[in-house]
């Protein structure tokens, strides 16, 4: 039986396979997907540094010292950062951050609160 290879909504990886029950399973990032979830959703899926899914308003916490150009002190690890909000591109996290202001950050650097 001939396996299905969909693209991983949340990584973009092209060797999505399919399961168990029509779901289906990404090997590099282990996101599991229906083929109906994507059908009917357009929303940006980002997922934290240990792999659960952030949503717009969500609270999170940054797991690393991140270096901000221009500023004198790094971000450190364990800021609480509140309220964030999804974005398209590499830095797929826009927030601000109490000392620092308006940013953006990868979500590979943070975890859910």
């Known amino acids: 039986m001939p396996e299905t290879m969909r693209e991983c909504p949340a990584c973009q990886c092209p060797y999505g396979y399919e ?4 779901a289906f399973t990404c090997p590099e990032c282990s996101f599991e ?20 899914r952030l949503h717009n308003g969500d609270t999170v916490v940054v797991v690393k010292d ?15 950062v509140k309220n964030i909000r999804l974005a ?24 859910k609160a």
Do not use: R
Not at 33 to 52: F, K, R, Y
Not at 74 to 80: D, F, Y
Not at 88 to 111: P, Q, R, T, W
């Open 66 to 80: 991140l270096p901000v150009k221009g500023a004198p002190k790094a971000v450190k690890a364990g800021t609480k």
């Open 88 to 111: 398209y591109g590499d830095h797929n996290i826009d927030c601000k951050i109490d000392g620092f202001g308006s940013m953006a950050l990868k979500s590979e650097f943070v975890k």
């Open 19 to 22: 399961g168990n029950e029509n």
């Open 33 to 52: 997907w229906t083929h109906v979830e994507v059908s009917q959703s357009d929303e940006l899926i980002v997922m934290d540094a240990l792999g659960a």
